[in-house]
Every structure is written in C-alpha cells, then in structure tokens.
C-alpha cells in the first residue's frame, strides 16, 4: 500500500466499508478505531503494538489485522496511519505473509 496517498485510502475505505467518519481516519486514532470496528464487524481480528514500549524518544506501532490465516499488518510513528495502511492492506488482499 506504500505507492497510494493517505487521501486514496480514506477513499477506499468510503467505497468498501459502510461507516461514517467525521475525521479522517489517519489523522485521528479514535476514527482509526471506528474503522477496526468495523472491520472486526467483517470477521477481522485487530491487534495494536508498541513497538518501543520503553522508549521516551522513540515512538513506532504496529497495527494488524487477521483473518483467517491470512494477516495484514503496517508500522507508523502514529498509531492512526499504520491502522489505516493495515486496513487497507486488508481490504485489498494485499497480504506480506
């Protein structure tokens, strides 16, 4: 999903997901998580890591979503965006394992 604007994704999301966002979903966390809901709603399972947990500086999370066997995951300094790249990912088909 790396080769698609934010702006792309979000659209993706209103063609194939049936959810009202009033903020776009990468540049809020709660929106970002309306959206894990709704994907959770289509037989997804969701997980969000940490991935310096005992950092003060560094700042770096991993979002994946699973179904199936099949997992779609992104990683971020912010939790919104890599939730919205792993939705994407997902919805797509587009899967790294």
């Not at 698609?4 to 966002?21: P, S």
């Not at 099949?70 to 919104?80: G, K, M, N």
Request: glycine content about 4%; overall charge negative; aromatic content about 6%.
């Amino acid at each position: 999903m790396s080769n698609h604007t934010m702006e792309e994704i979000e659209e993706l999301f209103g063609r194939l997901l049936d959810v009202d966002l009033p903020v776009p979903p990468s540049a809020d966390v709660n929106a970002a998580l309306r959206l894990v809901d709704c994907m959770e709603s289509k037989g997804f399972s969701f997980k969000l890591t940490d991935l310096a947990p005992k950092s003060l500086y560094d700042c770096r999370w991993r979002a994946t979503l699973t179904h199936g066997k099949r997992e779609f995951s992104a990683e971020d300094t912010q939790p919104a965006v890599a939730i919205c790249i792993a939705a994407a990912a997902a919805l797509t088909g587009q899967s790294d394992t």
